[in-house]
């Protein structure tokens, strides 16, 4: 069981807009920067936002991240096909002195 | 660009060890944090172990914690994990990955590898 807590499954239709909660404490999100990842079947998970919501050179603009108090989100808008994958919030724990992941959500667009 | 490219995964038996390697290119390695992050098949992640730049201080999941061994070699430009007392449940894909920001282990990661393949099975 993670320590950030994620829903394991979310879906939405074409063009719509969809939210990913990550739920933790004040160890690690109350107190750390969040990550978010894309994870493509069988691929390495690739950076979609840092420093909670900052984007890489290269991600589209329809990501985006928030963060408050010791919960985090990461928003999809415009929701394509291409956007089905698992997703992944990550923070540095100050009690644990490690790094956890979320349980990862799973994306489905319909 | 950079590159990450692990290699040492293999079919091993329970409480054997092995070696991974992860070889960096195209960025300044002596200047960034290195990860060790797994996924069981089917599951998510999990981080295994991290390493500051210079190799002065490193942090373990407890999961792994007196059986495996981050190291680096800022000369070769190459991370290791030792992994010994290997058991059934280390069974994953394991990925190195870079910090995210310079002389910094606390914001997480920006580049994966590719991944390589542990499996521990009788």
């Not at chain 1, 493509?40 to 991240?65: C, E, H, M």
């Not at chain 2, 190799?55 to 000369?75: E, H, M, P």
């Not at chain 2, 910090?99 to 099975?121: E, N, P, R």
Request: charged residues 15%.
């Amino acid at each position: 069981q993670s320590v950030l807590t994620q829903p394991p499954s979310t879906s939405g239709t074409p063009g719509q807009r969809v939210t990913i909660s990550c739920s933790g404490g004040r160890s690690n999100i109350g107190n750390n920067y969040v990550t978010w990842y894309q994870q493509l079947p069988g691929t390495a998970p690739k950076l979609l936002i840092y420093d909670n919501d900052q984007r890489p050179s290269g991600v589209p603009d329809r990501f985006s991240g928030s963060k408050s108090g010791t919960s985090a989100s990461l928003a999809i808008s415009g929701l394509r096909s291409e956007d089905e994958s698992d997703y992944y919030c990550a923070s540095w724990d100050d009690n644990l002195s490690g790094h956890l992941f979320g349980g990862g959500t799973k994306l489905t667009v319909l | 660009q950079v590159q990450l490219v692990e290699s040492g995964g293999g079919v091993v038996q329970p409480g054997r060890s092995l070696r991974l390697s992860c070889a960096a290119s195209g960025f300044s390695f002596n200047k960034y944090g290195m990860y060790w992050v797994r996924q069981a098949p089917g599951k998510g992640l999990e981080w295994v172990a991290v390493i500051w730049h210079d190799g002065s201080n490193k942090y373990y999941a407890d999961s792994v914690k007196g059986r495996f061994t981050i190291a680096r070699d800022n000369s070769k430009n190459i991370l290791y994990l030792q992994m010994n007392s290997l058991r059934v449940r280390d069974t994953a894909v394991y990925y190195c990955a870079r910090g995210l920001a310079v002389y910094d282990i606390l914001t997480g990661t920006d580049y994966w590898g590719q991944g390589t393949l542990v499996t521990v099975s009788s």
